[in-house]
């Protein structure tokens, strides 16, 4: 075994054995994940899936538009973006989709 094997944190949620650099990630907040189920993260980009109607804004954003570098908000749906002319916009992850490859 290697060295500091014994420093293993017990997840009681899964019944898992954690590092504490795993144990850290799990508890910094909740699990956000787009429509397919890929899971998001700060600085991620992503497309919308559908037309939205942006309130207050008087904007429609349309469907494929990209949104580079969201922020998590700690709540399991809601995601924090920039976009041309709309400040403070936050969007529902149900309704985008992680960019894979080279954002």
């Known amino acids: ?3 500091g094997a014994g420093e293993y944190i017990y ?3 899964s019944g898992e054995w ?3 650099e795993d144990a850290a990630a799990r508890t910094s907040g909740p699990e956000v994940v787009d429509a397919v189920g890929n899971i998001l993260a700060d600085g991620d980009a992503v ?3 559908k037309d939205l109607k942006v309130k207050g804004a008087g ?3 349309k469907r494929g ?3 580079k570098s969201i922020r998590l908000t700690g709540d399991a749906q809601e995601i924090d973006c920039r ?3 709309i400040k403070g916009l936050v969007l529902r992850a149900e309704f985008v989709k992680k960019r894979s490859g080279g954002q």
């Open 11 to 13: 997840d009681e949620d």
């Open 65 to 67: 538009t990209l949104i």
């Open 1 to 3: 075994m290697s060295e």
């Open 47 to 49: 497309t919308l899936i």
């Open 59 to 61: 904007q429609t954003l």
């Open 83 to 85: 976009h041309e002319g």
């Open 18 to 20: 954690l590092s504490p």
